[in-house]
């Protein structure tokens, strides 16, 4: 009996886990291990958004509640769409309650495209673009960033990139792993390609708030053009900007008859989100912003410490991200390739990072670091490596 299915075999699952298992090993014997591989806020959850989980709960929120999500969430979802940057008002019945925005990616997917069909993805990108289409039994086609490009997706290179079998386009603004914030002319040609070949956009857009650009490179988000009712399809959540990674709640907004189906397939994996979780939703909304103004505020901080400091290592160049909470740094000059320089930081310095590989095959030669860490973490680790690369 075979007991694995072909599509099980082919999944990769998210590699930092590995690392931070490698890392936890070592603290267990008495190593001290600062963390870079994860993009887990190291702030609390605002106590505002802690209290009104807590109040439901002693409510007796606790049961079964819509699938689709509750309607005061929804409703708050679609207000901060229209009175924040996207500046449109989506109808309820395109917004869709998830369990985190990680599944969204799985649930568009899913519900859009079929074994065989393509995906361009850019490369490096997140780790679960390429589990999930794998799973699937899609086929990725990587479009490459460039460092001389500040790593933004390139839309002459999408174009090259689509072909007959084309079902999706993903864009990721601001980029996990590089940091990159892509130019608004440059989103609206590659929404311009999907319109052309009547294909699917999917915009990872769970960085927004976590955006540091300049007036160039203000993020935007192809959703202003057809307000989601065509082809866009919004993945979004409250893990990163809200420090909510271990909520597991999100909103992905798309077209009616996509997000109908993804609700369906909601109610098949999940049933529905807890309704005190999506209580904390409707407050981290609606509530006091300025705990997350004060956490953006701070990452930028981070990231000009920790870009100024890798740009201080030998043989390690840092192009400066413009948004979410990583570093990308390229270490070739070091003379080690990606996976011995984050070996060799981890077992010879004690600072976990993650191998540019992990993100797709264009990551080599570079590493990526979560700042989402202390100023001084960031500083020593900083310091440990530079000792670590001197001496070795």
């Not at 270490?331 to 390739?337: C, E, L, M, Q, R």
Request: with cysteine.
């Amino acid at each position: 009996m075979e007991r694995i299915s072909e599509a099980a075999k082919r999944l990769k699952g998210q590699e930092m886990f590995h690392i931070l298992d490698k890392a936890q090993e070592l603290e267990r014997e008495g190593k001290h291990i600062i963390h870079f591989e994860l993009g887990d806020p190291n702030f609390d959850t605002p106590k505002n958004i802690v209290n009104a989980a807590c109040d439901s709960l002693r409510k007796g929120e606790t049961h079964y509640t819509n699938s689709h999500g509750l309607l005061e969430l929804r409703a708050a979802a679609a207000r901060a769409m229209e009175t924040g940057i996207r500046g449109f008002k989506p109808n309820l019945e395109q917004i869709l309650v998830t369990p985190g925005a990680n599944i969204q990616i799985y649930y568009s997917i899913a519900c859009t495209t079929n074994p065989g069909e393509e995906v361009l993805v850019p490369d490096p990108g997140f780790v679960s673009y390429y589990s999930i289409i794998n799973f699937l039994g899609v086929k990725p086609v990587r479009v490459p960033l460039h460092e001389k490009n500040e790593f933004r997706l390139n839309p002459s290179d999408v174009e090259k990139a689509i072909t007959d079998k084309t079902k999706m386009i993903i864009i990721n603004s601001p980029s996990n792993p590089t940091g990159s914030v892509m130019h608004e002319s440059e989103i609206r040609d590659i929404y311009d390609l999907a319109k052309k070949n009547e294909i699917y956009l999917l915009s990872d857009e769970i960085y927004r708030r976590l955006t540091y650009a300049n007036e160039s490179t203000k993020f935007f988000s192809p959703s202003v053009i057809d307000k989601c009712k065509e082809r866009s399809i919004i993945i979004n959540g409250f893990s990163k900007a809200y420090a909510m990674t271990g909520w597991r709640i999100g909103v992905v907004i798309g077209p009616s008859d996509v997000v109908s189906k993804m609700n369906l397939l909601l109610e098949t994996t999940s049933s529905c989100v807890s309704p005190f979780i999506q209580r904390g939703g409707i407050e981290a909304l609606s509530g006091d912003q300025e705990p997350v103004n004060k956490m953006a505020k701070e990452y930028k901080r981070r990231r000009d410490v920790i870009s100024e400091g890798l740009n201080t290592l030998p043989g390690v160049r840092c192009i400066t991200p413009q948004g979410a909470i990583y570093a990308f740094p390229n270490i070739s000059g070091t003379k080690f390739n990606s996976r011995e320089f984050s070996d060799f930081m981890l077992n010879e310095a004690g600072v976990a990072v993650a191998p540019g590989p992990i993100f797709g095959e264009y990551g080599e030669g570079y590493i990526r670091l979560s700042y989402a860490n202390s100023i001084e973490n960031i500083e020593n680790g900083i310091s440990r490596m530079k000792y670590a690369l001197q001496n070795r």
